[in-house]
Every structure is written in C-alpha cells, then in structure tokens.
C-alpha cells in the first residue's frame, strides 16, 4: 500500500509541485535510485546462507518460468486485445511489452498513437496489479506464483517486494525471469505487430 500511495502522491506532485524544468532530469534520478535498490536487494540475496545451492536446486525452472509467463502474457494479451475488437496482433503486442510500459509504448508509437498510449497503461497497470497482489500471491498460492504478475519488472522494481514476501532462491528466479523478459521486449513487439 505504501508503495501505491507513493505512485499517487508522485502523480498529484507531477501535476502540482513540480516545475517543468525538472522533469528532464527525473531519468537520471530513478536510474540511480533503482540501482541503488538493486545493489541493496543483492546484498541481501547474496547475504543469504546457502542461496548458490539453491539456485542449483531451481535448474530448468530459470528458463522454464519466464517462458510460460512470455506465453501467458501473450495469450492474455490476444485474448483482452479480442474482448476489446482489437486486431490479434496489437494486443499480442501489447501483451508482449511483459510490464515494460516505458520500451512497449515507444515501440508501439510507430504503429499508432493510440496503441503506444494502450500499451503503456496496461504495462503500468501490470506493475501497480503486481506491486498489490505479490504480497497476497505468496501468502496464500506459493513463492514460484510471485514472479508472474511482475514480468520484465521481475528484475527491478517488483524485486523488491517479491524478496521480502518469498525468499532469496525466489529473488535470483525473479531476477532472471525478468532479464529474460526483458530482453525478449524489444524482439516480441515489433515481431507481434508485425504479423
């Protein structure tokens, strides 16, 4: 909750505090705002006892969970895309953007206005959906379930809250299913869009 409330209090400070001017170096601050939270969150992992044997312990897992993700986001994105009377290839493309609004809409902006303005507020909504359910996910369905909703943000932003409510061997699957995902964005996207 606090985390939400953030979001909304930068928001309404965005729309009434905030001088322009600033904006162009908010980049830079979230940058080395999020790298100081990853270096912390890999501390902590790397604090942990034991973490490097089971890590092993998660073998095909590391490639198996965020191909299953990839594909469920996929689907779910043809799936909304239909429901909406989108054509299959803009909501697997939007679906494709895996929680990554910023790259997603960029991508999708050369295709059409309105599609790159959809694909970022789905993929913000994603991360806030994953920020408010992970908590929930690992208290009453398990650890591994944690990773989905956060996709390509697995690696970042969501890390945090999924180490604190899993565990360190969840943390390292969650970072590497989201560099997958990640890395898989700027190729999904325009190959979906492409169809």
């Known amino acids: 909750m606090i985390i939400i409330l953030a979001v ?4 309404l400070a965005g729309i009434w505090l905030v001088p322009l001017e600033w904006i ?8 080395i705002g999020l790298c100081l ?12 006892k034991g973490i490097l044997g089971e890590i092993r312990k998660l073998g095909k897992s590391l490639i198996i969970i965020p191909v299953l993700i990839g594909i469920g986001s996929l689907f779910g994105g043809v799936i909304a895309g ?6 299959r290839n803009e909501g697997a493309a939007i679906g494709a953007g895996f929680g990554w609004y910023s790259l997603s809409a960029v991508i999708l902006a050369d295709y059409s206005n309105e599609l790159s303005a ?6 913000v ?10 908590p929930l996910l690992a208290k009453y369905v398990n650890y591994e379930v944690c990773v989905a909703p956060a996709g390509a943000t ?10 604190k409510y899993t565990d360190a061997r969840i943390g390292v699957l969650a970072f590497v299913s989201g560099v997958i995902l990640s890395t ?3 190729i999904l996207v325009p190959l979906m869009i492409g169809i």
């Open 37 to 48: 939270l990853l270096l912390l969150v890999g501390i902590d992992i790397g604090k942990q």
């Open 82 to 87: 239909w429901i909406l009377g989108m054509p």
């Open 154 to 163: 697995a690696m970042d932003t969501t890390l945090p809250i999924i180490t």
């Open 24 to 31: 162009s170096y908010t980049d830079l601050v979230m940058d």
């Open 184 to 186: 898989a964005v700027p």
């Open 8 to 11: 909304l209090i930068g928001v």
């Open 125 to 134: 909504i994603r991360e806030l959906m994953a920020i408010a359910f992970i």
């Open 118 to 123: 959809m694909a970022f507020l789905t993929n």
